[in-house]
């Protein structure tokens, strides 16, 4: 039977954030980015282990929060999100045929609901998918002076989200093909896609959304609320 595992790249710096710090560090109702989303994935009872690739420097770092957890282990990322992911494969102690979650270090609102959504219908259908969102916003495409220079078909248009969740022998054959290949990843579902796997969309939640800039933060304290009333309610943990 297919076991399910986790990887959770966290090896960036994010820059976009202005913090003066990597964005998986900073902090939400007293735990870190990290944290929450790690914590989200380890709070799904079918998941056998999760491997977070840090930068190489912060390996050292006292383990904090659910990074203790006995289901978690670390590694060292690489200078990629792709290489990032592959490392964190490679540290798994998963079969080929296994399952495998991958989910950003700064996408700390994940919904037990939509982890579980998600892990239905892969399971259930065995073609790898990720949760994403119907575009709702009309899309320009800008030209080099930032002038529109065209209006998009936005009906087909999904934004993509994660967890993103293949098999695990396949995702590593597709992250090693794109990268002898030169094709840049943005996520795993791209280097699926360009090995010539099918990907299911299975739709998400506005509230799983990805922290980029510090104005991000104000979104996630509010979702965060609502999915844990009781543990961010306590006072002077918000910072």
Not at 38 to 44: D, E, K, R, T
Not at 189 to 213: C, D, H, I, P
Request: with cysteine; glycine share 8%; net charge negative.
């Amino acid at each position: 039977m297919s076991e399910l595992w986790a990887v959770v790249p966290a090896a960036g710096s994010g820059s976009r954030m202005s913090q003066g710090q990597s964005k998986q560090y900073v902090q939400l109702y007293g735990r870190t980015l990290l944290d929450w989303s790690v914590g989200a994935l380890l709070s799904c009872s079918q998941l056998r282990g999760c491997v977070v690739a840090l930068p190489k420097a912060d390996l050292a770092l006292d383990k904090v929060g659910v990074l203790e957890d006995a289901r978690v282990s670390l590694c060292a990322g690489g200078a990629s999100r792709a290489e990032s992911v592959a490392a964190g494969i490679a540290a798994l102690p998963a079969e080929d045929n296994d399952w495998v979650l991958v989910h950003d270090a700064a996408r700390p609102c994940l919904s037990q609901s939509d982890l579980q959504t998600l892990i239905e219908a892969v399971s259930g259908s065995g073609v790898g998918g990720i949760l994403a969102l119907p575009i709702t916003d009309t899309l320009k495409r800008a030209d080099e002076s930032d002038h529109v220079s065209a209006t998009l078909d936005r009906e087909a248009v999904w934004s993509a989200q994660t967890p993103q969740m293949f098999r695990v022998g396949e995702l590593r054959g597709a992250l090693a093909a794109a990268q002898a290949n030169g094709y840049a990843v943005t996520d795993e579902a791209s280097a699926m896609e360009a090995s010539g796997f099918a990907v299911q969309l299975v739709r998400g939640s506005v509230g799983n959304l990805k922290v980029t800039y510090a104005s991000d933060m104000q979104l996630a304290a509010f979702w965060l609320k609502e999915l844990h009333p009781q543990e961010v309610s306590i006072e002077g943990r918000e910072s």
